[in-house]
């Protein structure tokens, strides 16, 4: 692979050395500096000229800053003669800004893919967006992965005899019914409305969960609130054992010790899109590597080969 250039932005560095590490290829080095008016500047420190440049950086906060970053280093691979620049983005949290659903809103995640391209990305890697409809807001190639086979190696571990997949709602049902069947389990999904960022009410749960081990997945955990809900719910319906699973593990404004507080929870576990700050960590946490995976879609784009056969059945 002489002709690739990895860089990383401040985001997430840990994931980028480690997905260089397993494609045998160094990670190039990135100066960012701030002028006396707080704009940014961003010099990539690696030779680009005709090369494969690919810009590992997930949106996570603080985001705007991140965001920048990644726009700036885009411009400057372009600049400096990339013979083609793929953004891999392992959290795209514009997604959740992906229609206008009440009057006079700005749809984030389409104007954020926009501003990418603009800036040079002719190739976006992603790994579980939000909503399907955001891979169509980009006007370049994306190649979209997504954790289920990482999360289903870890609960084949357990006993699944009792076991069903919970979904929070019908938006992710889809995906929850695809990691059943990984796992060989039923599925259920929750009733949910939402009111605000942190206001969710879930009637009811459709499917069998009365006596069941559960697991809950979702694409994301934020505030936690969905999941907090979800769980009273279980609850309710006599659920015998609780384990919660998402691909983003955002953790924001302590939902990760509030998770982990609830007795019946045994197990949060999550991958590494986003970094976990060292001093959140809780026992009952498991963050799972993605690092693998994303390593072998960029050598298969590298190389020019398929990626969605990543995800064929063996």
Known sequence: MREIAVFSGSAHPELAAEV?????????????????????????QANCR???????????????QHLVELLLMCDAARGASAARI??????????????????RISIGGRLVADLLVTSGASRVLAMTLHS?????????????????RELAAHFRRYDLSRTTVVSPDLGNAKEAAAFARLLGVGVAAGAKQRFSDDRVVISTVIGEVAGRDVIVLDDEIAKGSTVLELLDRLRELGARSIRVACTHGLFAAGALKRLAAEPDVLEIVCTNTVPVPDGEHEGKLQVLSIAPALAEAVRRIHDGESVSALFDAP
């Open 50 to 64: 005709e090369r494969d440049v690919f810009l590992i950086q997930p949106l996570v906060a603080p985001v705007q």
């Open 132 to 148: 399907p409809q955001v891979h169509g807001f980009f006007s370049v190639p994306v190649d979209h992965l997504h954790a289920l």
């Open 86 to 103: 793929t953004v891999v983005m392992p959290h795209y949290s514009y997604a959740r800004s992906d229609k206008k659903d009440r009057p």
């Open 20 to 44: 260089c590490a397993h494609l045998g290829v160094p990670l190039s080095p990135v100066r960012v500096d701030r002028f006396a008016n707080d704009c940014m500047e961003v010099q990539l």
